[in-house]
């Protein structure tokens, strides 16, 4: 199994851009987070899914963050507009329903200018 | 509400040597789990143990055992004949509820030094 995908690995963009960040969790797992990690403010849940809907989003910082998830295979967080205090590694997990672990993607390196 | 506490920033061990890192919890649901990821320098998230809250006897993976202490609410996880390569950040995790599908909220986590 391919493990837990995400792109892109790094994205750089300038303020006021609007960024996508992709994930294809594990075939079969039925949930998935998003989480984003700043020295700041550590490991944080942005939002997760259960069978492709949006359980808990309380984590989401502000309007301009917003997650899909259209169906199992796929999903998406976007930032518009992007602001240099989104700068972060923003990692995608994916469990199976009954299961303990969750797998984590490699993360996506933001920079935001 | 959840809270995950780690009060250790960073330890350092001898390598060969047995290392505990701290966890404590809080939360009034009395079904959840524990948690341990590792995070090498490399930045990846690596699962380590799990912990149920009905679990009986603690947990052990390998070098990895958790000390679960259900009055204390407390989590520890230790590392015997720590390595080289245990050098990383070490975050523990509660999820509240049973199976994968649940909100999950890490600790600040513990940077982790092997001496050779």
């Known amino acids: 199994d391919a493990g837990v995908i995400q792109s892109p690995r790094h994205e750089v963009t300038e303020m006021g851009q609007e960024v996508t960040l992709r994930c294809k969790p594990i075939?079969?797992?039925?949930?998935l987070f998003w989480y984003r990690q700043t020295m700041m403010r550590g490991l944080e849940l942005l939002i997760y899914?259960?069978?492709?809907?949006?359980?808990?989003d309380s984590g989401m910082p502000e309007d301009r963050f917003s997650a899909k998830m259209p169906n199992a295979s796929f999903s998406t967080l976007k930032i518009q507009p992007s602001e240099p205090r989104d700068s972060a590694v923003y990692f995608c997990?994916?469990?199976?329903?009954?299961?303990?672990?969750?797998?984590f993607g490699p993360g996506t390196r933001l920079t935001v200018l | 509400a959840q809270k995950i506490t780690q009060t250790q920033p960073g330890m350092f061990v001898q390598e060969k040597e047995a290392v505990t890192l701290d966890c404590t919890y809080d939360?009034?649901?009395?079904?959840?789990?524990l948690f341990w990821y590792k995070q090498p320098s490399s930045g990846e998230m690596i699962f380590l143990i799990y912990?149920?809250?009905?679990?009986?006897q603690n947990a052990t993976e390998g070098r990895y055992s958790l000390n679960f202490q259900k009055a204390r609410k407390s989590a520890n996880l230790v590392i015997s004949a720590s390595q080289l390569g245990d050098s990383a950040m070490y975050f523990c995790?509660?999820?509240?509820?049973?199976?994968?599908?649940?909100?999950?909220?890490f600790g600040a986590g513990t940077r982790l030094f092997v001496k050779a």
């Open positions: 939360t009034s649901d009395p079904s959840y789990g």
């Open positions: 075939s079969g797992h039925n949930s």
């Open positions: 912990q149920g809250s009905y679990d009986q």
């Open positions: 995790a509660m999820r509240e509820g049973q199976g994968g599908g649940f909100k999950t909220i």
């Open positions: 899914f259960n069978n492709n809907v949006p359980i808990d």
């Open positions: 997990a994916s469990s199976f329903p009954l299961g303990n672990e969750q797998f």
